[in-house]
């Protein structure tokens, strides 16, 4: 656990918390809600503790409880009321703010007792798109802040990963639509799936015949497939993979594989937008999020 942010400045604390600096500030102040230390410069930090009471004290003060009567509690009153609400209430932002502690406090309880919460109130794909989507995009921003670190993103996504494979294997697999067959993959080093597995999920619930085939597959092995009788829709991520330098030969060597035949490609992630302007001989089709291309399902 040793590579685990332990330090954060307070702008960290402001990213995390949507909790404006000038705020805190006054809530360290005036209540004594935070206690910062000081580097030898003089330049003030925050400890994982203060992050992770900061998170419960928004939760309680956005559910009605005051500033002054939180800074009357014990940090453990704190920590015991945060979660409790955290288990009642559990819809949209409050449960975003849930899984963002069990993030930070790698807490599988807290995060299993939010989500199940959040069934009791919505379908599993309600959840996915009003909650975990809004919160993987705040993931992603924390990342650019460099607030995250990969021990706090990798424990959320398996967490999450676990919850679409759990509702994966509920559906019954009687495929409806035989035509085409759906094979998912991710770039070469890529591993951010969750949206991958995601549509995976709505196109088996849609009756589709789908092929799994998860993260950093080389281009070469779709050769295999074209042995196939069948037609097919592959679908790629792009989240990281390929860098910019190397997006338009990408898609070129995919275009030179696929072109000619009756198979296809859907991409998607930002990244499409680099290659949006170009003319492909083959079926490929660009969509900039999971959101978007759900809409043409």
Known sequence: MNSIKNTFTIKDLENVSGVKA???????????????????TNIRYYSSENLQKLLNVV??????????????MSNETIIVKARELAFKVAVNDEA???????????DKVLFNNTYNKLLNKKTFREIFKDVFIPFLGHIGLLWQTDTLL?????????????????????LEYSVINSETTYVLFLPENEIHELGLMYLNYELVLRGNSTIYLGQSLPLSN???FFESDTKICFITSLTVQPYDDKIVSYFQEINNIIKGTEHKLIAVGGKTLKVKEIDFEADISLHPSVVSLLKTL
Do not use: C, V
């Open 150 to 170: 990969p021990a706090h993103e990798h424990f959320i996504s398996n967490l999450i990963a676990q919850k679409i494979q759990i509702s994966t294997e509920r």
């Open 22 to 40: 000038h705020t805190i500030r006054i809530w360290e102040k005036r209540y004594g809600l935070l206690s910062p230390e000081r580097t030898d």
């Open 59 to 72: 939760l309680l003060n956005t559910n009605n409880h005051k500033i002054s009567k939180i800074a009357e």
């Open 96 to 106: 975003i703010n849930s899984f963002k502690l069990s993030m930070f406090q790698f």
């Open 222 to 224: 779709l050769d295999y």
